[in-house]
């Protein structure tokens, strides 16, 4: 499986960017899809992961302002963020895990800053 993300880059305080990822590669079957992000010098976490559209998962930082989305058919997962914040800013990773895998795979990342 390979994952290619897209939508970083630089906005301001309160406004909008929407992360996108492809995975090719893939094998049949539903797999959960998602974004972590890393701010510098903090660990990685959790931003919202989807496996079905009624089986999502945010943190709470994100909750209200994040909404994650699929298209299945295109294996691809989006992020819509609004209401940024400067506290958003890190390398956001796409995230891809099949049922009952050991492990997951992580894209490349995309940077996101948000000046204020």
């Known amino acids: 499986v390979q994952l290619q993300a897209s939508g970083g880059g630089l906005v301001q305080v309160g406004g909008s960017l929407r992360l996108s990822c492809v995975a090719s590669?893939?094998?049949?079957?539903?797999?959960?899809m998602g974004w972590y992000r890393q701010a510098p010098g903090k660990q990685r976490e959790l931003v919202a992961t989807?496996?079905?559209?009624?089986?999502?998962n945010y943190a709470e930082s994100g909750k209200g302002r994040f909404t994650i989305s699929r298209d299945t058919a295109k294996n691809t997962v989006y992020l819509q963020m609004n209401n940024l914040k400067p506290e958003d800013t890190g390398v956001y990773y796409c995230?891809?895990?099949?049922?009952?895998?050991?492990?997951?795979?992580w894209g490349p990342g995309t940077l996101v800053t948000v000046s204020s």
């Open positions: 989807i496996f079905r559209p009624d089986d999502t």
């Open positions: 590669g893939t094998s049949r079957g539903l797999a959960t």
């Open positions: 995230y891809y895990r099949v049922p009952m895998a050991l492990s997951a795979t």
